[in-house]
């Protein structure tokens, strides 16, 4: 049962234009939600997170929507630079979890930013 | 800095041995946790520590087991292998910010492990 869901397996996008990854989630008693990037034969790398309180957290280039009624969050980035070409994660933390790190990965998204 | 750094990065194992992995946090950071990430897919929790004492376990048999030392390192084992267990293995450290705060883990770059 997969409670982090990332329907797109691939995108590509052209160099400067907007990016956006999507993420869905089942499980209602998630309260934090978070994006990272990951490079190959790298770990994960923190990108952007938000809280379920918000529905917008934005730095840089980056923005995370959050819409709880949909359970939707989504990743902008904008503009898209070629650097940018990785998996990207979403990841989500259930409201019970205490110490806060046990945090329920989907699948990934490659995106591939063209020049 | 340094990041969260993971020993070895890379292990070949036979089916039955056991393993164990090591992981040193960012400095300060007291919580560490491991995932495992089988291709194709995200990684998946197994195992929180915080202050050395196990905070959050993950859906994984018993052949799976951690420790966290006071210095914060943390060793993640496991024995009698199968080859499922092949997968890049990671470890994440997090500040502390008490418990019911949220906040972000920083991974360091996982141990690859096959075994055959």
């Known amino acids: 049962d997969q409670q982090v869901k990332q329907n797109s397996p691939s995108l590509s996008v052209q160099e400067g234009r907007i990016s956006i990854l999507n993420c869905d989630y089942t499980?209602?008693?998630?309260?934090?939600f978070l994006w990272y990037k990951k490079y190959p034969a790298e770990g994960p790398t923190f990108l952007i997170s938000?809280?379920?309180?918000?529905d917008k957290n934005e730095d840089g280039r980056f923005t995370v929507f959050l819409n709880k009624s949909a359970k939707h969050l989504s990743l902008h980035i904008v503009p898209s630079q070629p650097g940018d070409s990785a998996v990207y994660f979403c990841?989500?933390?259930?409201?019970?979890?205490?110490?806060?790190?046990?945090?329920?990965f989907g699948p990934g998204t490659r995106l591939s930013v063209l020049p | 800095d340094a990041g969260v750094t993971q020993s070895p990065t890379h292990l070949i194992k036979t089916r039955g041995q056991h393993v164990t992995l090591r992981c040193s946090p960012i400095?300060?950071?007291?919580?560490v946790s491991w995932y495992q990430q089988v291709l194709g897919q995200g990684p998946q929790f197994i195992f929180q520590?915080?202050?050395?004492?196990?905070?959050g376990r993950g859906n994984f048999p018993d052949r799976f087991s951690a420790r966290q030392f006071p210095n914060y390192s943390s060793e993640l084992n496991v024995n009698a292998l199968l080859l499922g267990d092949s997968a890049l293995y990671l470890c994440?450290?997090?500040?502390?910010?008490?418990?019911?705060?949220?906040?972000?883990?920083?991974f360091g770059q996982g141990t690859r492990l096959t075994v055959v």
């Open positions: 400095s300060g950071h007291k919580s």
């Open positions: 990841a989500a933390k259930h409201r019970v979890d205490n110490y806060g790190q046990n945090f329920v």
């Open positions: 499980n209602s008693m998630f309260d934090y």
């Open positions: 994440a450290s997090s500040r502390d910010r008490g418990r019911f705060r949220n906040t972000e883990a920083f």
């Open positions: 520590y915080y202050e050395k004492e196990e905070r």
């Open positions: 938000i809280s379920s309180i918000k």
